[in-house]
């Protein structure tokens, strides 16, 4: 089903995260892999299992950020579900809105390389 990168978030914004970073493809023994377990994805390395969410963790979605070169700032104009915005351009020309600099700064990165709509598995809808 296809998904509006704009309302992505939780378990659907993780896979689409996860798919940009190349962690949804079959793993090889003893390389990392994602586990999808119906609720959560969890992202196992040597056979332990911890939860996959860059769009809450900011362990996993600082270096993303980082990476990406992503911007954000707090727009006190906007209501509290797009109180946040994030961009990979200085000028925030094309930007992506959430309720946490993570969820937007995510949906801009997924959006930068995936488009405005993702495919994403029935299972996660």
Request: glycine content about 8%; hydrophobic content about 40%.
């Amino acid at each position: 089903m296809k998904v509006k990168v704009t309302e992505a978030e939780g378990a659907i914004l993780d896979w689409m995260v996860a798919k940009c970073e190349g962690k949804v493809e079959q793993g090889v023994y003893g390389t990392p892999q994602l586990w999808d377990t119906g609720l959560h994805l969890y992202y196992c390395d040597a056979f332990l299992g911890s939860p996959y969410a860059p769009s809450t963790d900011w362990v996993q979605g600082g270096p993303i950020i980082e990476r990406e070169k992503i911007n954000t700032r707090f727009d006190p104009n906007w209501n509290k579900a797009h109180a946040w915005v994030a961009s990979d351009d200085i000028d925030f020309i094309e930007a992506m809105y959430g309720p946490t600099p993570l969820i937007a700064a995510m949906r801009c990165y997924v959006a930068s390389k995936l488009g405005d709509e993702v495919e994403v598995p029935d299972e996660l809808v």
